[in-house]
């Protein structure tokens, strides 16, 4: 008889979910990630009394009030609303794109204006349904915003061209004629005060949790160790990259603790032009409004992903998606296997879609 109900690989938060609501269930689990910690990408560390976001700046927000109230059973919210800013040459704008960018970008006030100079900009264009993420932006915001907020940004972010990429990325991002720098539109929005990691500590409390364990020599050694298994790793190295590896973007941080007060005035800025090397400067204790004495920063460097680094972004281009479905297929045979999260499904999820698509999973699982 196997020891476990589950083995979950990835202690992030798909795998945390699939755990917290198994146990629940008076199933038995065991959760192992290859990193040295829980919680994935959601992942925060204590630094100077500031919650460091390791993988990245983290909002959560959703539209979805059954989400946000379950997750608000493991951490208390604060009332953060993310307002990047977007640093180009010596120019400063607000994000998302609203009528702050527009007024600062045009020297305009009205909607009305700014609807004209978009208008102008891409008439001679002639994009009807937008093929890519190229033309999907200029039929939004016009030749201006894209070349100065979009265009560097998305080439040094993707590592291609915004002609190759798919117009699905730009839509993540709100437009909006009126003055309002929120940069999402769900009705819930904030971050976990004392950070991330408590949510992913307060879920796998009822499971065994092995760190350091890569799930590959781990079966070897252990293969009737659970009945079943939940696999948050990706797809394509399950299967020995059998049809060939499905591209990834990685993120490298480069973090610093500096001895000032207020390094940025700000949780993000964006660094939109194409000569500096990093995408984003994130000021860490601005997401809980931290008063500490000294500042934590981290820029984020892309890059392409290759085997030894960390996968964080899938590439959901036509090419990438058709591969992964091959994938999927060998996947959907392996009736001991679930695949789920970013990289289990391949789908550049935000964290509340993680945590819907786990409960889903949990649902199709035990009902
Ligand atoms: P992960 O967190 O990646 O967890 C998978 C785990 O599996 C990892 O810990 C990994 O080490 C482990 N693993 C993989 N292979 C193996 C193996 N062979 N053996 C053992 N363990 C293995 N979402 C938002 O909603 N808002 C945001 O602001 C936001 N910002 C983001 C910024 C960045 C830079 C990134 C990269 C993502 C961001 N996200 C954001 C998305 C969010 O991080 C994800 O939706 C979520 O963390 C995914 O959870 P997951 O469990 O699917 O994957
Ligand atoms: N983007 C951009 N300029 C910016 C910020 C974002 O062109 O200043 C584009 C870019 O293509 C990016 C996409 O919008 O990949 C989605 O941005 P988001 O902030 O949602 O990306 P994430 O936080 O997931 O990296």
Redesign the pocket.
Known sequence: MAQYDYLIVGAGLFGAVFAYEATKRGKKCLVIDKRSHIGGNIYTENIEGINVHKY??HIFHTSDKAIWDYVNQFAEFNNYINS?V?SYKDELYN?PFNMNTFSKMWGIKKPSEAKEIIAKQIADLNIGEPAN?EEQ?LKLVGTDVYEK???G??EK??GRPCSE?PSF??K??PLRFIYDNN?FNDRYQGIPIGGYTQIAEKMLAGSDVKTDTDYFEFIKENPGIADKTVYTGQIDEFFGYQYGPLEYRSVRFETEVLNEENYQGNAVV?Y?HRDIPYTRIIEHKHFEFGKQEKTVISREYSAEWKPGVEPY?PVNNDKNNELYLKYKALGDARKDVIFGGRLGQYK?Y?MDKVIAAALECVNEEFN
Do not use: E, F, S, V
Request: proline content about 4%; hydrophobic content about 50%.
């Open positions: 990245g700046a990047p977007a994000l993420l932006a907020l979009i265009k940004y998305t972010q993707w990429l990325i730009i993540r991002l940069y964006n939109t972004y550049y935000d």
